[in-house]
C-alpha cells in the first residue's frame, strides 16, 4: 500500500523554526518529484517548493523564499521541510505529496499525497 504520512506540525511562535518529516511506505521515493504543499482556512491548496527526482530542480513559493529549504534523504524515504522565520500567515495544514516525473510544472500533478500536519503560527 502506498502511503505517505507527515510529522513535525504543532504550534510555534512568530520567528520560530519547524522541522516538518514525510515518510513513505510501500514504495520509494527515488523516483519521484516531491513536494510541500499547504492549505489555509478558506485558501486554495498552494506548492511551497519542490525537488525533482534528481534533485538538480527545484523551486520555492515567493512567500517563503529565504526562509524555508525542502530536502531528501532517499536511503531513509524520507522527506523534510525545514522552516525558518515562522509568521503567522504561514498556517496552515502542510501536505507532502510525491510524483512521476513529467516536463511541466516540477509541483503540478502529483499522485500520492499524505493526510497533512497542521502548523500554527501564533503568539
Known amino acids: 500500500q502506498l502511503q505517505l504520512v507527515e510529522s513535525g506540525g504543532g504550534l510555534v511562535q512568530p520567528g520560530g523554526s519547524l522541522r516538518l518529516s514525510c515518510a513513505a511506505s510501500?514504495?520509494?521515493?527515488?523516483?519521484?518529484?516531491i513536494g510541500w504543499f499547504r492549505q489555509a482556512p478558506g485558501k486554495e491548496r498552494e506548492g511551497v517548493s519542490c525537488?525533482?527526482?534528481?534533485?538538480?530542480?527545484?523551486n520555492y513559493a515567493d512567500s517563503v523564499k529565504g526562509r524555508f529549504t525542502i530536502s531528501r534523504d532517499n536511503a531513509k524515504n524520507t522527506m523534510y521541510l525545514q522552516m525558518n522565520s515562522l509568521k503567522p500567515e504561514d498556517t496552515a495544514v502542510y501536505y507532502c505529496?510525491?510524483?512521476?516525473?513529467?516536463?511541466?510544472?516540477?509541483?503540478?500533478?502529483?499522485?500520492?499525497w499524505g493526510k497533512g500536519t497542521l502548523v500554527t503560527v501564533s503568539s
Open positions: 525537488i525533482s527526482a534528481s534533485g538538480s530542480r527545484t
Open positions: 510501500g514504495f520509494t521515493l527515488d523516483n519521484y518529484r
Open positions: 505529496a510525491a510524483g512521476i516525473p513529467q516536463l511541466t510544472t516540477l509541483c503540478g500533478g502529483m499522485d500520492y
